[in-house]
């Protein structure tokens, strides 16, 4: 019996965090008709490998105004979702040496002119809230109150199960393996089973396998996948409430854990670590582990007993200029929400909203987040998205 075709107003070609927020936002909206197809299982992807920073700290304004609607939906997951997202609102620190003064106050200045609550403050403030590290190199800091750190996963899950509310299918374990394509136009997706999903809109949020599943339809997006390690430390001492802390001098990110871990990550991405997302080692290198100690050790040395509890990897989907595409496609009823380069987590709400805003309108429905930003043609033109101002040595993060 051969499976059955049927047809839908949008169908979306992934369930992480991405595809599930579009899904959400799409339901908000009234579109209802829609079906989300993930091969696995809703998060089941680089979803859960997210490290889960929430920060507004951004050069580029369309992407500091997309966190600061992210961080608004997160501080009323509750009220939202009916559930706990994760989300723990610690403050985020960022810390600059002497060369990038100048151009963090003036990030700072811009990410308020979109509406992110975001401070400087001095080494006196920043001592009473993380007393084990050593803040000797850093000449300026910048404070977000409101930010922290969350839990992708869990995210991912209730944007689905708020879609779902609204009549929205979200059918897991459904392989789609190619577009269905007529002329210059999507009409649909074809299944594993070899049935059909007839759509007048197509949005891929396919992350990491974004690149081979568009190329067989002559859609190259500039994507590289890029292998990320993270370690968790217990620092032999109960830290209390400690913000994250973004380093930009040492090149390193720490945040709290509810275990009363820290995570670990390194902020050096100068040289990409290339990997096959089907195929890659889920341990920690033995030299990260080096660079870890060295790290940690250099800029918390009141760390009482640290010990390296865990460690996992996972994959960032990285275009050139390190933001996402988020963009109507190159064929009619093509929508792109691929490219996130490790900025996924924090701006997945807002990222919902403009590809709902693409899907219904064409455009989006923010001032502060114009789709040209974003669009797929910026990197054929050779005008990438690029921060005002950029940090000497930590340029491609921010």
Same mark, same amino acid.
């Given at each position: 019996?051969?499976?059955?075709?049927?047809?839908?107003?949008?169908?979306?070609?992934?369930?992480?965090?991405?595809? #599930? =927020?579009? %899904?959400? @936002?799409? /339901?908000?909206?009234?579109?209802?008709?829609?079906? &989300?197809? !993930?091969?696995?299982?809703? *998060?089941?992807?680089?979803?859960?490998?997210?490290?889960?920073?929430?920060?507004?700290?951004?050069?580029?304004?369309?992407?500091?105004?997309?966190?600061?609607?992210?961080?608004?939906?997160?501080?009323?997951?509750?009220?939202?979702?009916?559930?706990?997202?994760?989300?723990?609102?610690?403050?985020?620190?960022?810390?600059?040496?002497?060369?990038?003064?100048?151009?963090?106050?003036?990030?700072?200045?811009?990410?308020?002119?979109?509406?992110?609550?975001?401070?400087?403050?001095?080494?006196a403030e920043v001592a009473k809230m993380w007393p084990a590290a050593d803040?000797?190199?850093?000449?300026?800091?910048?404070?977000?109150?409101?930010?922290?750190?969350?839990?992708?996963?869990?995210?991912?899950?209730?944007? #689905? =199960?708020? %879609?779902? @509310?609204? /009549?929205?299918?979200?059918?897991?374990?459904?392989? &789609?393996? !190619?577009?269905?394509?007529? *002329?210059?136009?999507?009409?649909?997706?074809?299944?594993?089973?070899?049935?059909?999903?007839?759509?007048?809109?197509?949005?891929?949020?396919?992350?990491?396998?974004?690149?081979?599943?568009?190329?067989?339809?002559?859609?190259?997006?500039?994507?590289?996948?890029?292998?990320?390690?993270?370690?968790?430390?217990?620092?032999?001492?109960?830290?209390?409430?400690?913000?994250?802390?973004?380093?930009?001098?040492?090149?390193?990110?720490?945040?709290?854990?509810?275990?009363?871990?820290?995570?670990?990550?390194?902020?050096?991405?100068?040289?990409?670590?290339?990997?096959?997302?089907?195929?890659?080692?889920?341990?920690?290198?033995?030299?990260?582990?080096?660079?870890?100690?060295?790290?940690?050790?250099?800029?918390?040395?009141?760390?009482?007993?640290?010990?390296?509890?865990?460690?996992?990897?996972?994959?960032?989907?990285?275009?050139?200029?390190?933001?996402?595409?988020?963009?109507?496609?190159?064929?009619?009823?093509?929508?792109?929400?691929?490219?996130?380069?490790?900025?996924?987590?924090?701006?997945?709400?807002?990222?919902?909203?403009?590809?709902?805003?693409?899907?219904?309108?064409g455009h989006s429905s923010d001032p502060r987040i114009p789709e040209s930003?974003?669009?797929?043609?910026?990197?054929?033109?050779?005008?990438?998205?690029?921060?005002?101002?950029?940090?000497?040595?930590?340029?491609?993060?921010?």
């Amino acid at each position: 019996m051969s499976a059955a075709n049927t047809t839908a107003s949008v169908v979306i070609v992934g369930g992480g965090l991405e595809g #599930a =927020a579009t %899904a959400w @936002a799409l /339901g908000q909206r009234g579109i209802t008709d829609v079906v &989300v197809c !993930e091969r696995d299982t809703v *998060g089941g992807g680089m979803t859960g490998k997210s490290s889960g920073i929430v920060r507004c700290h951004y050069g580029v304004s369309s992407l500091a105004a997309m966190a600061a609607v992210g961080l608004e939906v997160f501080e009323k997951a509750e009220e939202i979702f009916g559930t706990d997202i994760g989300f723990r609102q610690t403050g985020y620190v960022v810390g600059v040496g002497e060369a990038n003064v100048e151009n963090l106050r003036k990030s700072l200045a811009a990410q308020r002119e979109v509406g992110v609550q975001t401070e400087e403050i001095d080494a006196a403030e920043v001592a009473k809230m993380w007393p084990a590290a050593d803040l000797e190199p850093f000449a300026a800091f910048g404070w977000e109150e409101r930010g922290g750190y969350g839990d992708a996963y869990q995210t991912a899950q209730a944007f #689905a =199960a708020a %879609a779902r @509310a609204t /009549g929205i299918k979200i059918r897991q374990g459904t392989t &789609v393996t !190619e577009l269905v394509v007529d *002329g210059d136009r999507v009409t649909g997706v074809r299944l594993a089973d070899g049935s059909t999903i007839s759509a007048d809109t197509v949005v891929v949020a396919t992350g990491v396998w974004s690149k081979p599943f568009l190329a067989p339809h002559g859609i190259d997006v500039p994507i590289s996948v890029h292998r990320e390690q993270i370690v968790m430390i217990h620092p032999g001492e109960d830290l209390g409430q400690v913000p994250v802390f973004s380093d930009l001098v040492s090149l390193q990110y720490v945040r709290p854990d509810v275990r009363g871990e820290i995570l670990f990550g390194n902020s050096d991405l100068k040289e990409l670590q290339i990997a096959d997302p089907d195929n890659y080692s889920n341990r920690v290198d033995s030299d990260f582990v080096d660079l870890t100690v060295d790290k940690v050790g250099t800029r918390f040395p009141g760390f009482t007993d640290p010990a390296i509890t865990s460690s996992y990897a996972g994959c960032y989907d990285v275009t050139p200029d390190w933001n996402p595409i988020i963009s109507r496609g190159p064929l009619d009823g093509l929508v792109l929400a691929v490219g996130f380069s490790g900025h996924g987590f924090k701006i997945s709400p807002a990222v919902g909203r403009l590809v709902a805003d693409l899907v219904v309108d064409g455009h989006s429905s923010d001032p502060r987040i114009p789709e040209s930003d974003f669009r797929f043609t910026r990197f054929a033109e050779g005008d990438p998205l690029k921060t005002r101002f950029p940090y000497v040595g930590a340029g491609e993060m921010r």
